[in-house]
């Protein structure tokens, strides 16, 4: 808002739609299911649950009921919403939530959150915004989690929060700063305008209205460095390190030089300062550069390298 009135822009802007517009992407066709969209496969996901009891909702999740979601456990549930990843482009997904987490194992509350929050359009925002954002830093000063919150405050246990539900847990959190009931349902309203208008709020539209907005901006912030990007920065020391190992000049390579190839380019990252790659990333990377088979061809693959305009289709 600060940047548009500096510049003279008085209609707001859907700039993490239009930044994730562009892209970096290799021959073949766009939607080509060897490197699908992050972020608009999980925004599809989002839309399907955003209004999922909380109970159907962690079930599936966490089908064993330890409270916590294993790489294995949320691959088999992307799968079972018919998300178009593959199960390594699902462990990048994974890696970057354990990475905003802090957490090696995603628990069931960091999961929830962070899929109610990666979205390609922002939170939206109104006059209740800040109150929104109080309640979830009480929520955390309290050491409990906005879905601990939602649990509690859902006393009927039929998986959403009523007006009184949610008046009745308001008062308990801001004992001294209780909300009229008229300000409670139009502050239910705005939480509902974070999914489906329906008189009654789900845990993902509550946790992203609780949510500090930051998270949100923090999740499209990871999810627009496309993992191909830092390997077009490199493209020209790529296809030195990988036509050095091919002395005959076929234009293959084998996936486990190619890997090499990206390591080293990893090190010459790190001596540089810049980030690396993960693991999981250079798998990923090579997954789609080989598009399933034994070999790369490395030339194809480098030249192809481009950036696309998602939005002109």
């Known amino acids: 808002e600060h940047r548009g009135s ?29 490197q699908p969209d992050l972020l608009r496969q999980v925004s599809s996901l989002r839309r399907q649950l955003v209004d999922a009891p909380c109970s159907h909702l962690e079930q599936l999740l966490d089908p064993n009921g330890d409270r916590s979601v294993t790489l294995s456990e949320f691959q088999s549930f992307m799968q079972s919403f018919g998300i178009e990843v593959t199960p390594l482009q699902a462990s990048v997904l994974y890696e970057l939530m354990t990475n905003f987490t802090q957490q090696s194992l995603l628990t069931l509350d960091s999961t929830i959150v962070c899929l109610s929050l990666i979205c ?5 925002t109104s006059q209740w915004s800040t109150v929104a954002e109080r309640i979830g830093t009480e929520i955390l000063a309290a050491g409990k989690s906005y879905a601990f919150a939602f649990r509690l405050w859902d006393t009927n246990h039929d998986g959403y929060l009523s007006l009184a539900e949610l008046q009745e847990g308001l008062s ?44 949100a901006m923090q999740l499209h912030q990871a999810l627009l460095k496309d993992i191909l990007k830092r390997v077009w920065i490199c493209r020209p020391a790529l296809h030195a390190l990988l036509a050095k ?12 030089v ?32 080989s598009k399933g088979r034994s070999w790369v061809a490395y030339e194809e693959f480098i030249r192809g390298l481009q950036v696309v305009d998602l939005g002109a289709r």
Request: one cysteine or more; charged letters at 25%; proline letters at 10%.
């Open 172 to 215: 308990q959190l801001l004992p001294k700063q209780t909300l009229p009931p008229p300000n409670v349902a139009q502050f239910m309203q705005y939480i509902e305008g974070m999914g489906v208008a329906n008189d009654r709020i789900s845990i993902f539209e509550f946790a992203r209205a609780v949510a500090p907005r930051d998270w």
């Open 245 to 256: 190992s091919d002395p005959k000049g076929t234009n293959r390579a084998s996936v486990g």
């Open 258 to 289: 190619f890997r090499a190839s990206l390591e080293e380019i990893n090190r010459q990252l790190e001596m540089r300062g810049r980030p690396q790659l993960s693991p999981t990333q250079l798998q990923a990377i090579c997954e789609i550069a």
């Open 120 to 124: 390609r359009d922002p939170p939206t």
């Open 6 to 34: 500096r510049w003279g822009i008085s209609d707001p802007v859907g700039y993490v739609r239009f930044l994730h517009r562009f892209q970096i992407r290799g021959n073949g066709p766009v939607d080509d299911s060897s």
